[in-house]
């Protein structure tokens, strides 16, 4: 019971429940089964950005650009649909996917080829990619009124009491989840991010990895642009502003290591639920917006020296202890 208490998970899921039954208390209502619901379907484009995130940050890199992403991608969909609206919707996601995937394909090249630090070339492309997004639609918006019926309903089309952004959102999630825990990419993610030398020895092409983290990354960008423009309904240039950061902050509160190498799928998505439970329940309890941005940033702070405590406690380099324990006997 002790070690299941020290897991980073549950103690980030009890807390969870202790805040929705506070909260509770301030606003009746909050603890409904219809407000849950909605509570996680506000939070589903963030999770399946945190979990973009967090793949990469697993290689030890940082996508800062994966809002620029989902904004330039969101914008071109709804001028597809709008100048082309006998388009299928299926060719609109798939062609979201694959724009997203072209932009992540760019940051990844940049980081394996040319081996520019990764928060450089992000830092950078998340600029470009919102210009991109200003030059492509001349700063107009696309609104609900120019983008065909179905663009818009099928995120909001409820099946056995949940809508299909949800049902997205858990479907990436369990597919992440055996991305990361079984397959030789997922493998070689957690080895690239927690000791690059012994797994450039192991045969991992590390630069690799990190290309194909960035590509992903993008991939899930991109879907989230359809996810956010539909169940918006309106497309602009600074849409999904500052999800970046809230991207970063969902993984670091999950016990994503920001070094690399350490975290979990179900860290990230309840690290992701912890900031929108926050988001959705201080505006109810009168919490005005700048008090709940200094909220998220020190929870945020507390979540990062925490991680670094235990990574420190634990001690994340094996193989270099193991070695100096065989030198030493």
């Known amino acids: 019971m002790a070690k299941l208490i020290r897991k980073r998970e549950t103690l980030l899921f009890a807390i969870?429940?202790?805040?929705?039954?506070?909260?509770?208390?301030?606003?009746?209502?909050?603890?409904?089964?219809?407000?849950?619901a909605g509570i996680f379907n506000d939070?589903?484009?963030?999770?399946?950005?945190?979990?973009?995130?967090?793949?990469?940050?697993?290689?030890?890199?940082?996508?800062?650009s994966v809002a620029a992403n989902l904004a330039f991608t969101g914008m071109a969909i709804a001028m597809m649909n709008a100048a082309f609206p006998g388009l299928p919707l299926i060719v609109l996601i798939l062609a979201a996917i694959v724009i997203g995937a072209a932009l992540g394909t760019i940051n990844g090249f940049l980081v394996w080829r040319l081996e520019i630090p990764p928060i450089v070339v992000t830092l950078g492309t998340l600029t470009i990619y919102r210009g991109m997004a200003f030059v492509l639609s001349g700063g107009a918006w696309v609104n609900a009124h120019q983008m065909t019926p179905i663009f818009l309903s099928v995120p909001r089309t409820p099946i056995l009491g949940?809508?299909?952004?949800?049902?997205?959102?858990?479907?990436?999630?369990?597919?992440?989840?055996?991305?990361?825990?079984?397959?030789?990419?997922?493998?070689?993610?957690?080895?690239?991010g927690g000791n690059p030398t012994a797994a450039v020895y192991a045969g991992i092409d590390t630069g690799r990895t990190k290309f194909l983290a960035f590509v992903l990354s993008g991939a899930l960008a991109g879907l989230s642009s359809y996810l956010w423009v539909s169940r918006y309904a309106v497309a602009y240039v600074d849409i999904a502003n500052g999800f970046e950061l809230d991207s970063v902050a969902a993984c670091v509160i999950g016990g994503i290591s920001i070094a690399g190498g350490v975290g979990s799928?179900?860290?990230?998505?309840?690290?992701?639920?912890?900031?929108?439970?926050?988001?959705?329940?201080?505006?109810?309890?009168?919490?005005?917006?700048?008090?709940?941005?200094a909220i998220s940033g020190t929870v945020i702070i507390l979540a990062v020296v925490f991680n670094a405590r235990r990574e420190r406690n634990r001690g994340r380099i094996i193989l270099r202890d193991r070695a100096a324990a065989e030198v030493a006997a």
């Open 265 to 293: 799928v179900a860290g990230t998505v309840l690290g992701a639920l912890f900031l929108g439970v926050i988001k959705n329940a201080l505006p109810v309890i009168g919490i005005s917006p700048f008090t709940q941005m």
């Open 162 to 192: 949940l809508p299909v952004l949800s049902w997205v959102a858990i479907i990436i999630v369990a597919l992440m989840y055996m991305l990361l825990r079984y397959s030789q990419f997922g493998r070689s993610a957690y080895a690239t």
């Open 43 to 64: 939070t589903a484009i963030l999770i399946i950005l945190a979990l973009a995130q967090m793949t990469v940050i697993l290689t030890k890199s940082i996508d800062l």
């Open 16 to 36: 969870i429940v202790v805040m929705i039954v506070v909260f509770s208390t301030r606003a009746a209502d909050f603890a409904s089964p219809e407000n849950l």
